[in-house]
């Protein structure tokens, strides 16, 4: 019987430990969407009705909702951006409007609730000229605080030397930028073109824009910029070692001395949205350390019954230490953005 109370007695005190840490940390969430009605408009003219282009049904939003989810979860603070699609169809003046918009709209949610919202502001690539016009409007007029990028648009991956315009930009303004994968510029005429890509294709997606921004000596030119890899890294944690290891016939296909790709990953950060514990938790601290660590819900494309428990796992997982949960919770973003 003792036993069996000691027991009882030790569950308890855990259970009120992460009951505790939850309600004592304020939490700050990087990886936050907004589903603006210009976009939303934008979406139903060029999709199914009612759905995004990338299949899934597009998820119900309104600010008031929003806020509860943040009161509910703990969250002192949304930085909200554009998921997917990326608003072009093969459309730039179209994409333009589109996009100041879906800006405009953001920063009224902002001006509203100053404390509850930061905006990452959504650029109209593939019109070079125009993004960067954008990337100073949503600066010095949204007050953005940074900068959403798609993995491509209209086909064209970020690290292509087309796109050097704009990340001249972005470095000139030390821009925090935070990648959101889209759907594959091509996809391979296989079955599973049937599943949405959020399944695997999104995880690909964005490792091959990393790499190609490594690759391309993007990285390595504009150095002022901040990346946020979202989505626990995508793919990067289980190929980093791989990517080492194949390091000189990547130099090789190159023609040139390329960064040390494991030390270049370490230098990211990287967003916990998505699935993260164990897995990919485990090969990130084995990349980089938890200094480089954001949570990230996804709200409102993942639902709260995805959500809390990836957060619980998150809050109670001992690959992390007590200090290092509160650096990804709450400082980490903080010091980002400082």
């Known amino acids: 019987m ?100 879906i800006n405009n709209e953001g920063a009224e949610t902002v001006k509203k609730y100053p404390e509850r919202f930061k905006l990452l502001a959504t650029l109209p690539l593939p019109n070079v000229e125009n993004s960067i016009k954008e990337i100073d409007y949503a600066y010095d007029t949204l007050n953005a605080v940074g900068i959403k990028l798609p993995t491509n648009a209209g086909g064209i991956y970020l690290g292509e030397k087309v796109f050097e315009p704009v990340f001249e930009k972005l470095n000139e303004r030390k821009a925090v930028i935070v990648l959101h994968p889209v759907s594959q510029a091509a996809v391979p005429n296989t079955n599973f073109k049937q599943y949405p890509p959020a399944v695997v294709q999104y995880l690909q997606e964005t490792t091959t824009a990393v790499m190609n921004l490594i690759l391309s000596g993007t990285l390595e030119k504009y150095t002022n910029i901040k990346i946020v890899i979202p989505h626990g890294g995508s793919l990067l944690p289980a190929l980093a070692d791989r990517l080492e290891a194949m390091q000189g016939l990547l130099e090789l296909k190159a023609g040139r001395k390329l960064p040390q790709i494991k030390e270049t990953l370490s230098k990211f950060y990287y967003d916990l949205a998505g699935f993260p514990v164990p897995n990919q938790l485990y090969g990130l601290l084995n990349m980089t350390d938890a200094d480089h660590l954001l949570y990230g819900s996804d709200y409102p494309y993942a639902f709260e019954n995805y959500i809390q428990p990836q957060k619980e796992k998150l809050e109670k997982t001992k690959l992390l230490t007590k200090k290092q949960k509160k650096k990804i919770f709450k400082q980490n973003i903080k010091l980002l953005f400082k």
């Open 2 to 101: 003792r036993i069996k109370h000691f027991a009882l007695a030790v569950i308890s005190l855990l259970c009120f430990q992460t009951y505790s840490f939850a309600k004592e940390t304020e939490i700050y969430d990087i990886h936050q969407h907004y589903v603006p009605e210009s976009y939303k408009q934008a979406l139903l003219k060029h999709g199914t009705k009612g759905t995004e282009s990338d299949g899934l049904p597009l998820p119900k939003w309104s600010v008031e909702e929003q806020l509860k989810f943040m009161d509910k979860f703990n969250i002192k603070t949304a930085y909200i951006s554009l998921a997917t699609p990326h608003p072009y169809w093969n459309d730039e003046e179209e994409t333009i409007n589109i996009v100041r918009e």
